[in-house]
């Protein structure tokens, strides 16, 4: 039966250690892969100090923990992943790397057997197109932390079976997550359609309408957003986010929507990354207070509405040009970045028109393409149509 079906997961960081877990959760007998033994081992370990914690907290009964854990088993060799009849790489971001060894496991594993990727950033039809079966090739991309955030993407390329997503939705499912289908173009949902959220605050910042901590205070009190752009750019890494948004604007053609931002090229260059290094926008050593927002009447609420204008135009856009359904739109900012709501519903709260004013301002301010408004919301305002 698929619901449990032997699972291999190669590449045993952060994402492939999290997605073990996960598939062992929900009772797969798991396989964890790396090039690098001493990684499969640090993550076997590291998977266990982690269940010692939930049992610690109630949140696992021992057994259960035991049996988890019994249930993943290291391999020795990518050979040693031939009887699965699932598996899900989450190694380097990197075309050639896959492709590589999405060959490699087409010659070990059974015909019928899915090969999934965990890219957030490569076409899958790219990678796929190393295999001489590329029907049986798939995106699952997983959120992190892997075991506590709910979404997974699921990519189909364009020579996927027609029914392997649905299969896929219902064994992710199966395991306890939200999956949502989309069309494989650069950063498939959420990386594509949450780009405006740092982007455009960054731009805010640029052009001397408030300080960052301003900017997070805004979005945070009047948007709803657990937590601001500058904030959260510290959490991902500055790296980590510089390189979605540049891959994204490459993918693109060099789209003026998606354009990276200097000054985020600059704090990468100055290894002040966020959290990980101690400082990024914000210093997270201790040893210096954060700064206090400074917003004068009404600013706070024309940054949210900037900002929330551009998300909503991206999320309009994605639908106008079929990358997945409007419910799949909306759940993926919900479950995959905790927006407080879906785009297109925030839409309607104001309607098309109101949104489309904001943006054809900001259009005829900069006099740039970044700003144009998605057709469909041309059409939606004209018609006083509601997305829900």
Not at 144 to 166: D, K, R, Y
Not at 183 to 191: A, E, L, M, R
Not at 266 to 279: D, F, P, Y
Request: charged share 25%.
């Amino acid at each position: 039966m698929e619901d449990r079906i032997r699972v291999g997961v190669i590449g045993a960081g952060t994402m492939g250690a999290g997605i073990a877990q996960v598939a062992a959760q929900a009772g797969h007998p798991v396989l964890l892969f790396d090039t690098r033994p001493d990684a499969v081992a640090a993550a076997l370990k590291g998977l266990a100090g982690t269940m010692e914690k939930l049992v610690a907290k109630g949140k696992f009964i021992r057994s259960d923990a035991d049996a988890l854990l019994g249930r993943i088993r290291p391999a020795a060799t990518l050979g040693d992943l031939s009887g699965c009849g699932l598996t899900i790489e989450a190694i380097v971001e990197d075309l050639g790397i896959k492709k590589k060894l999405f060959s490699q496991l087409e010659e070990l594993l059974a015909p019928d057997a899915i090969l999934a990727s965990n890219t957030s950033s490569l076409a899958i039809t790219a990678i796929a197109a190393a295999c001489q079966r590329p029907e049986r090739v798939i995106g699952l991309h997983f959120f992190n932390p892997a075991p506590i955030m709910p979404l997974v993407e699921v990519v189909p390329g364009l020579l996927t079976e027609p029914e392997l997503p649905e299969r896929c939705g219902k064994l992710v499912r199966g395991w306890g997550k939200t999956p949502v289908v989309c069309k494989d173009t650069p950063g498939f949902i959420v990386n594509r359609v949450a780009r405006p959220f740092y982007g455009e605050s960054i731009r805010i910042h640029e052009e001397g309408i408030a300080d960052m901590a301003s900017i997070d205070h805004a979005l945070k009190s009047v948007g709803g957003f657990r937590m601001g752009p500058f904030e959260l750019m510290d959490l991902i890494g500055n790296d980590i986010n510089f390189a979605v948004t540049r891959s994204v604007w490459e993918a693109f053609y060099y789209d003026p929507r998606y354009k990276p931002s200097l000054t985020q090229q600059r704090q990468v260059e100055s290894g002040q990354l966020g959290r990980k290094t101690g400082i990024g926008y914000y210093d997270h050593t201790g040893s210096s207070a954060a700064p206090d927002p400074i917003l004068g009447p009404g600013v706070a609420e024309a940054i949210t509405e900037r900002v929330l204008a551009m998300l909503i135009n991206e999320a309009v856009d994605a639908l106008f040009l079929q990358v997945a359904s409007k419910s799949d739109l909306d759940l993926a900012v919900i479950k995959g970045v905790n927006y407080p709501k879906g785009l297109l519903a925030w839409a309607d709260e104001k309607g098309a028109d109101h949104w489309l004013r904001v943006l054809e301002g900001l259009q005829a301010e900069h006099g740039e393409d970044r700003y144009r408004p998605s057709p469909l919301l041309r059409r939606m305002a004209r018609d006083k149509g509601k997305f829900f």
